[in-house]
């Protein structure tokens, strides 16, 4: 799903944000990259959601060698990667079952279409019932899930994840990750930036480590 080889990112000012980064990720593989503020954590997802373009090396995702990606493509290309984030980035003046909708009527899907889509992706992050509640409502697990929901609605084959849980005490991150292994489980592979490290070794996953900008581990299993 994700084919990453010698990949390497150089800013105008000279600065390498990633340098000679090679891994792979299979469908329905769940993995974590770690590493301090500016390791190159949020630009490593940037490169796979073609914000930016690489500097050197081979990206390819889904197929497709995101290099050689045109402007035209890429709005197709993200469309089937999901995308969370630490803040979940809810409107607040939107109701869950409006938000998780967003996506869906940019897209242009046909309404009813769209209504299931929005109802089975609340189902599967248990938050149906509150479809008609407005975020402020919701505890800080509720409101990242309903992100997570956002994110799958288009049912993406990829799942990206930028520190997912960094505001969330540990009960909550825990949840956070149980609906992330309910999407692994189902196919979906998933990419999760964290610094987290005490919840990382919680959980029997791949780590792979970066250090300004280099990757210094790569670890199958994270609590070895």
Known sequence: MIKINKLSKRYGDGQDALTNIN?????????????HSGAGKSTLLKLILAIEKPSGGDLIVNGLNLNKLSRREIPYHRRKIGTVFQDHQLLTDRTVFENVLLPLEISGFPVEDAKRR????????????KEKIFPAALSGGEQQRVGIARAVVNRPSIILADEPTGNLDPNLSAEVMKVFEQFKNVGVSLLVASHDTSLIKTLNYRVIHLDHGRMVNDIGISNE
Request: charged content about 30%.
């Open 23 to 35: 891994f792979e990720i299979g469908k329905g593989e769940m993995s974590f990259v770690t590493g």
């Open 118 to 129: 929005v109802r089975a992706a609340l189902d599967k992050v248990g938050l149906l019932k």
